[in-house]
């Protein structure tokens, strides 16, 4: 049973099979936010074309999950180690007390909202509060302190 999901995939990886150069160049643009390198073939153009439509047809956002795949390749070229990923949603509220002021951090998708401002991570947020280097997960309470695990 085809759904009309379904018909508007089949519609749109139909569309970027036919299209031109110019037309992919301008599909790109408008899925990535940015101009596809000078000679980048149109059987790439249309390769990532077609995994944005399909990411589309289920419900995600492509483009958040192309700058997900980038940062890990980056990680992962450059030797760092990846990155751990909190447990919580967009909109989960981190409360902590610090010296008799409550302080509140709202986990967004792209970061965590502090005082109006976004933050990259945690850490920098709890170094901001305290004025000294801290671990953020473990200054939020998200995190075991390995001294208390014995």
């Not at 970027?16 to 160049?25: F, G």
């Not at 901001?128 to 280097?133: A, H």
């Amino acid at each position: 049973m085809e759904t009309k999901r379904t018909r508007a995939l089949t519609h749109s990886l139909q569309a970027i099979e036919s299209a031109s150069r110019a037309e992919l160049n301008a599909l790109f643009e408008a899925q990535f936010d940015r101009k596809p390198a000078p000679r980048t073939s149109m059987d790439l153009m249309r390769q990532n074309l077609a995994w944005a439509a399909q990411a589309r047809a289920i419900g995600d956002n492509p483009l958040k999950r192309r700058q997900q795949f980038i940062r890990a390749l980056d990680r992962q070229v450059n030797g760092k180690k990846p990155r751990t990923s909190l447990p919580y949603r967009p909109g989960t509220r981190l409360i902590r007390e610090w010296h008799g002021t409550v302080y509140e951090v709202t986990i967004l998708d792209t970061g965590f909202s502090f005082e109006g401002v976004i933050y990259p991570n945690l850490s920098k947020i709890a170094s901001r509060i305290t004025g000294t280097r801290w671990s953020g997960p473990r200054f939020f309470g998200l995190t075991e302190n390995k001294a208390n695990e014995t």
